[in-house]
């Protein structure tokens, strides 16, 4: 079993920045595939980015590329996600998630298999 708990979230003004940061425990960090998800009011879950086991792979939904980076430490058995150039449109509930394999996992939320419980962004116009 993975326990993932993300931190990081708070209110933020348009145009600002945040790094969210996910802790992974229960299992050997470097062999997870991680990746990062919102939800928004009323909206589906959707992908935001993605990340290999060493960080060689990476993946951004193309509304956040070019604004969102993701990475990780292996060694602090931690991922995150900085957001720059935020909108109010960011605004959202992110999800850590993690699958049991080094391969990457891409967008399909199907794929992984244990998520973290969310931390709120919300970006004020």
């Known amino acids: 079993q993975v326990r993932l708990v993300e931190s990081g979230g708070r209110l933020v003004q348009a145009g600002g920045s945040l790094r969210l940061s996910c802790a992974a425990s229960g299992r050997t960090f470097s062999n997870l595939a991680m990746g990062w998800f919102r939800q928004a009011p009323g909206k589906e879950r959707e992908f935001v980015a993605a990340i290999s086991w060493s960080g060689s792979t990476t993946g951004h939904a193309d509304s956040v590329k070019g604004r969102f980076t993701i990475s990780r430490d292996n060694t602090k058995n931690t991922v995150y996600l900085q957001m720059n150039s935020l909108k109010p449109e960011d605004t959202a509930v992110y999800y850590c998630?993690?699958?049991?394999?080094?391969?990457?996992?891409?967008?399909?939320?199907?794929?992984?298999?244990?998520w973290g419980q969310g931390t709120q962004v919300t970006v004020s116009s």
């Open positions: 998630a993690a699958m049991g394999t080094r391969f990457y996992a891409g967008a399909a939320a199907d794929a992984y298999d244990y």
